[in-house]
Every structure is written in structure tokens, then in C-alpha cells.
């Protein structure tokens, strides 16, 4: 059995503007929702990446600290005794510092590479999105 009606048309007809106006809207919202899905896992992904730097970055400022007192206590030993004692604990105080530059340039670069805090291929999608409906109005 077909859906031919005595006129001759198959029956289907247009969907109503309102039809296609709900459908619209509902697609748009999909579409919204995909859309910040895809930015909160970029964002999510970015952060973990900034953490680890950050936290990378933060040793190299406590193994400094480490080294200042180290130094200080060079310091106190070479003012209170003159005896090589001091020159052990300055000795310890460059190590300690070689090793906090080398913690802090590794956090730098792990901050660098997080890039900046923007859902980029999330706008860029937007940006498709955007672009493909203007099209599709202007047809």
C-alpha cells in the first residue's frame, strides 16, 4: 500500500514553519551543548597541564629557600669560625640553587606548552558553527 492520495501526491507534506522552527532550535541547542562540552574538556585538559607546571615552578621556589638558608648558614660559619666548614655549606648552597633554576626552567616550559587558558578548538568549531548558518540564512 502507497501513500498516493486520489490527486496524485504522495501524501508527505511540507514541514510547518513552526515545525521547522522547533527543529531549529532544538538542533541549536544540541549544538550549544556539544560546543561547551568540547570546551570543558579542552579547558579541563589545559589546567592539568598549568598545574603540573605550576606545581614544577613552586619546588624550584622551596628548593631556593632551601638555599638561602644554606647560604646563610655558609655565611655564619665563615663570619663565626674561619675554617673550611663554610666552604661545605656554600658548596651545598650553588648545588641547591643549580638544582631550583633547573626546577623552575622545567615548570616555565611546562606553563608554555598549557598555552593560553582559551578553549581554542572549541571557538574554532564556534567560529565553523557561526559561519555555516549565516551561509545557510542567506540561501
Known sequence: MSDVTPDGSTGHTPASTAELVHRAAEQV???????LALARAEMTEKGKRAGVGAGLLGSGGLVAM???AAL???????????MPGWLAALLV????FACAAG???LGRG??????PPVPEEAVRSVRAD???LKER???
Not at 72 to 77: D, G, N, P, S, Y
Open 29 to 35: 541547542s544540541r549544538l550549544v551543548r556539544d560546543e
Open 66 to 68: 632551601y638555599g638561602v
Open 93 to 96: 648552597s650553588v648545588l641547591l
Open 110 to 115: 611546562r606553563l608554555r606548552q598549557a598555552g
Open 130 to 132: 557561526i559561519d555555516e
Open 137 to 139: 540564512a542567506h540561501r
Open 103 to 105: 626546577l623552575a626552567l
Open 72 to 82: 646563610l648558614a655558609a655565611v655564619v660559619l665563615g663570619l663565626a669560625e674561619v
